[in-house]
């Protein structure tokens, strides 16, 4: 008992003194950059940085010729890292202690790969995965292809290895990636604890080297893609030294067809404004999600969104089970305020109330539903989703889009 008491005094003499430590070296550092909190950032901090408010304060420089300190910035990563997560509980993630999940002290991350297609939710699962502090968000790799869907050839080799690099770190031979994010910063933005220092020298993030070694400090790593389909993900599960786990995120084709009517990249691309693409890519998504789940049962798991968006705080508890991660404290609070009430959405960042995956049923007509539905019909019964008879029943209380589905045969 005695023992326990000394080992929980130590852990809170432990955590004050890093607090001290901390608070200390905000206040006495102040000609230094220091990275803003990521806990902390939030709907306001996002438009700050969009005012170029925070611009203000400095990158850490070498005296002699003003580029950025990249030892300081590595450094205070590691001790921002250790700090946010000295509560963390390691149990959950398989492991003894922070560096067995760090790449530059040999461990090996907890890597997450989330497969979709646009306007899928992506979004709201990607930031959910990324309120857990050291989480490092690849994003989406393959920006530079553009609006097409990978299904095979040409693209599909090529595409596969972008993915495996980059969950292990490895930027060298990558210039194409690096070369379309100079023109497209997004690309590297949505990486917010990688950003928090590019956005004072985009440069930093042309970087290869920089970027790997910045890459290596983080426990986490979380990646979206929505240009490839599951088949191909496979060869991705079969990397043992990747050990990634791969949630497939599906949507009703009707949500996700209303909801890209209002992106303007998607009407010229058939990928992406046929819905007989959509529906055929949703078949061959299910016959792979069943196929794989046999393979790697605890390796894949399949989420609809409605299920997520309807359930967030179950469902992310479910999602976190699988992945190996504990719950934190920061993900609570993304889904307190990101889940409940409606505002007008800033940024990319938006409230997913009760309403949003039905929202489809009082924007689209009803001759636009039923050519989708004729159209997907298949995939549509395949993943649990109800037609609509007729306008009156669409728009109808009696009708729930949603009833089970299996993927076991
Ligand atoms: C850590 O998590 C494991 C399993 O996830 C649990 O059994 C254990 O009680 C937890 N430890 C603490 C200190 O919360
Ligand atoms: C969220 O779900 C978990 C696990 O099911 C539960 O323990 C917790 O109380 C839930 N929290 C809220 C706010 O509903
Ligand atoms: C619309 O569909 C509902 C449910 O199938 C049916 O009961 C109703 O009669 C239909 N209304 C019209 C106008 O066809």
């Known amino acids: 008992m005695l023992r ?19 608070a200390g070296s905000r206040y006495t550092d102040n000609t230094n950059y220091r990275p803003s909190s990521e806990n902390r950032r939030n709907i ?4 700050k940085v969009e005012d170029g408010e925070e611009l203000l304060q400095p990158l ?26 000295w509560n963390y509980n390691y149990t959950a993630s398989g492991v003894n202690n922070l560096e067995n999940l ?11 790969l989330i497969i979709s297609t646009w306007r899928s939710g992506t979004t709201f699962l990607g930031e959910i995965l990324n309120a857990m502090p050291g ?27 972008t993915i495996k690099n980059m969950l292990k770190c490895k930027f060298d031979g990558m210039e194409d990636y690096f070369e379309y994010g100079k023109g497209h910063l997004h690309q590297f933005s949505h990486n917010g604890r990688l950003w928090d220092h590019c956005k004072y020298k985009k ?44 949630i497939l995120l599906i949507r009703d084709p009707r949500g996700v067809m209303q909801s890209r009517q209002h992106r303007n990249f998607c009407q010229p691309a058939p990928d992406c404004w046929q819905p007989e693409l959509l529906c055929a890519d949703m078949i061959s998504d299910y016959v792979a999600a069943g196929r794989l789940l046999n393979q790697y049962p605890d390796r894949l798991m399949v989420l609809r969104y409605e299920d997520l968006a309807l359930n967030p705080n179950a469902t992310t508890y479910k999602l976190f089970k699988f992945l190996g991660l504990s719950v934190t404290s920061s993900v ?27 929202r489809w049923k009082n924007v689209l007509k009803f001759d636009y539903v039923e050519d989708i539905q004729i159209t997907c019909k298949e995939a549509m019964s395949l993943w649990g989703y109800k037609m609509a008879h007729n306008a009156s029943h669409m728009l109808s209380k009696d009708f729930y889009p949603l009833e089970e589905y299996s993927l076991v045969q």
């Open 60 to 85: 850490p420089t070498n005296a002699d010729d003003g580029s950025p300190d990249i030892e300081k910035i590595i450094e205070k990563t590691r001790s921002k890292i250790k700090f946010e997560l």
């Open 135 to 161: 989480n490092f968000y690849h994003y989406e790799p393959l920006l530079k292809y553009e609006i097409i869907q990978i299904r095979g050839p040409p693209h599909a080799d090529k595409a596969l290895k």
């Open 203 to 246: 440069e930093l993030c042309f970087d290869s080297e920089f970027t790997a070694r910045f890459c290596k400090q983080f426990p986490f790593q979380s990646m979206k893609v929505v240009r490839v389909r599951l088949r191909l993900i496979q060869e991705i599960l079969q990397d043992k030294e990747l050990n990634v786990k791969v």
């Open 44 to 47: 306001k901090n996002i438009q």
């Open 102 to 112: 760090l790449m530059e002290s040999g461990g090996r991350p907890i890597r997450s």
């Open 4 to 22: 326990r008491v000394n080992f929980y005094s130590i852990c809170i003499a432990f955590g004050l003194s890093v607090l001290l430590i901390l």
């Open 332 to 358: 609570t609070e993304f889904l307190r305020s990101h889940t409940s009430v409606e505002v007008a959405g800033v940024s990319s960042t938006f409230r997913v109330s009760r309403d949003v995956p039905f």
